[in-house]
C-alpha cells in the first residue's frame, strides 16, 4: 500500500512537509520504535509559536527520550478534523493526541468507530473509555501574571486580549483579573476578545485600541491573533505584553514582561510515557501550579523592568495557590465573587 493510498492527496502533502513518508512514519520503522505516537494540529497549525508548537516539542521530546515514532496532520480548517482524527485511527498508533478542544465532537465519533485505539484531547473532557481527557488550570498561571500586570503597570489600566469569547477563554480572564485585584483593587483591566485564533490584522488592531483606552500592558490568549498584539507593541515605548501557552518572550525581547507557559508538551510526554509503560492513563487528567503544567517564563529579558520585589511577590502567590490558600476564579461568576487574600 502506498502513503498516498493510507492518507490520501492532502494528508500524503502533510507528511512529505514533515519527512514521513511511510504509513509507519517519522523516521524510525514500525518494527524498532516503542511506541507509535500520532498528533493532529487545531487550527493554525505548526509554526503558530504557542499552543500547537508546545504539543509538537511534547511529540519530538516523546522521540528523542522514549525513541517513538511520531506523525503530525496539520488541520487548516475544523472539517479537517474528522478526516484526519480518521487517517491516523486506521493505522493503529498507540496514542492519537487531538490538540485543541473544537475536536471534542469529532474525536468522539473517531474513538467509536476505532474502539481498540487509544485517544487523548487537549483542551476538553471526552467520556468515552479510549479516551484520555486533559485540560490545565490556566487561571492559576493567569493569575500571577495579572498580579505581576497590575505591580508594573504605569497607567493602571491593563488588558486581556483573549481568542474566542468561550467558557476555556473566560479561565485566562478571570485569573488575570483576580490576580491583578489581589494586589490593586483599583487597577482597571479591560477585556476584548478577537473572535478568532487566527486573525493576526484583527489581534494588531484590537492591541491599538486597547493601548488608545490607557492600557499600558496587554495580556494576550489569543493564538495565532496574538501575534498581531505583540507586533505592536515594538514600536510603542512604555508598553508591554504578556505572551501564553510557550515561551514567546524572544519574540520581542524586553517588551514581553512574561510568558504564562501553559505545558501541553508536558502533557503530551506524561502521556506517552505512561503508553510507554502499559499504563494508558484514563479519564481526566488536570495539570496546574503543583504539577508543572502551567506557569510563568524566568524574565530572562525583563528583570531589571519588573523588579526584584514583584518577582518575589508574584513567587509568594505561586507558593500560596500551590499551598491551597489563594484558589484562582475560573468563570466570571467565581470572579465577581473572589475576595483577595491577605497573606
Known amino acids: 500500500?502506498?502513503?498516498?493510498?493510507?492518507?490520501?492527496?492532502?494528508?500524503?502533502?502533510?507528511?512529505?512537509?514533515?519527512?514521513?513518508?511511510?504509513?509507519?512514519?517519522?523516521?524510525?520503522?514500525?518494527?524498532?520504535?516503542?511506541?507509535?505516537?500520532?498528533?493532529?494540529?487545531?487550527?493554525?497549525g505548526l509554526g503558530d509559536k504557542s499552543f500547537n508548537d508546545s504539543a509538537y516539542a511534547g511529540l519530538k521530546r516523546a522521540k528523542t527520550e522514549l525513541g517513538a515514532d511520531i506523525q503530525v496532520l496539520e488541520s487548516k480548517s475544523a472539517a479537517d478534523y474528522q478526516p484526519n482524527l480518521s487517517a491516523l485511527a486506521d493505522e493503529n498508533f498507540d496514542e492519537i493526541f487531538a490538540i485543541g478542544f473544537l475536536m471534542n465532537k469529532d474525536l468522539a465519533q473517531v474513538a467509536s468507530n476505532h474502539p481498540k485505539?487509544?485517544?487523548?484531547?487537549?483542551?476538553?473532557?471526552?467520556?468515552?473509555?479510549?479516551?484520555?481527557?486533559?485540560?490545565?488550570?490556566?487561571?492559576?498561571?493567569?493569575?500571577?501574571?495579572?498580579?505581576?500586570?497590575?505591580?508594573?503597570?504605569?497607567?493602571?489600566?491593563?488588558?486581556?486580549?483573549?481568542?474566542?469569547d468561550i467558557p476555556l477563554l473566560r479561565k485566562f480572564e478571570a485569573g488575570f483579573s483576580a490576580g491583578a485585584h489581589e494586589v490593586d483593587p483599583n487597577v482597571k483591566v479591560l477585556v476584548k476578545y478577537v473572535g478568532s485564533f487566527e486573525d493576526v490584522a484583527s489581534g494588531k488592531e484590537l492591541a491599538q485600541v486597547l493601548f488608545s483606552q490607557g492600557a499600558d500592558i496587554i495580556y494576550a490568549a489569543a493564538g495565532k491573533s496574538g501575534i498581531g498584539a505583540i507586533d505592536?507593541?515594538?514600536?510603542?515605548?512604555?508598553?508591554?505584553?504578556?505572551?501564553?501557552?510557550?515561551?514567546?518572550?524572544?519574540?520581542?525581547?524586553?517588551?514581553?514582561?512574561?510568558?504564562?507557559?501553559?505545558?501541553?508538551?508536558?502533557?503530551?510526554?506524561?502521556?506517552?510515557?505512561?503508553?510507554?509503560?502499559?499504563?494508558?492513563?484514563?479519564?481526566?487528567?488536570?495539570?496546574?501550579?503543583?504539577?508543572?503544567?502551567?506557569?510563568?517564563?524566568?524574565f530572562q529579558y525583563t528583570k531589571q523592568i519588573i523588579g526584584p520585589k514583584t518577582i518575589a511577590e508574584v513567587r509568594k502567590l505561586r507558593d500560596a495557590i500551590i499551598a491551597g490558600k489563594i484558589t484562582p476564579p475560573q468563570t466570571r461568576e467565581e470572579l465577581a465573587n473572589f475576595k483577595p487574600v491577605k497573606l
Open 1 to 44: 500500500m502506498t502513503t498516498r493510498g493510507c492518507y490520501g492527496p492532502a494528508a500524503f502533502a502533510i507528511l512529505v512537509a514533515f519527512g514521513l513518508t511511510g504509513c509507519g512514519g517519522g523516521g524510525v520503522s514500525k518494527s524498532k520504535a516503542t511506541i507509535r505516537l500520532a498528533m493532529v494540529t487545531d487550527v493554525g
Open 117 to 164: 485505539g487509544h485517544f487523548a484531547i487537549i483542551d476538553a473532557v471526552v467520556d468515552q473509555p479510549n479516551i484520555t481527557s486533559v485540560t490545565f488550570r490556566e487561571q492559576d498561571g493567569s493569575f500571577l501574571a495579572g498580579a505581576l500586570a497590575a505591580r508594573v503597570s504605569k497607567t493602571k489600566t491593563i488588558a486581556f486580549l483573549g481568542g474566542l
Open 232 to 298: 505592536e507593541i515594538r514600536s510603542r515605548p512604555s508598553v508591554y505584553l504578556i505572551g501564553v501557552d510557550g515561551d514567546q518572550d524572544g519574540l520581542a525581547p524586553g517588551k514581553i514582561l512574561t510568558s504564562v507557559l501553559k505545558r501541553v508538551d508536558v502533557a503530551v510526554f506524561t502521556v506517552a510515557k505512561d503508553i510507554l509503560d502499559k499504563k494508558p492513563p484514563k479519564g481526566h487528567l488536570e495539570f496546574g501550579l503543583k504539577d508543572n503544567g502551567v506557569g510563568l517564563t524566568d
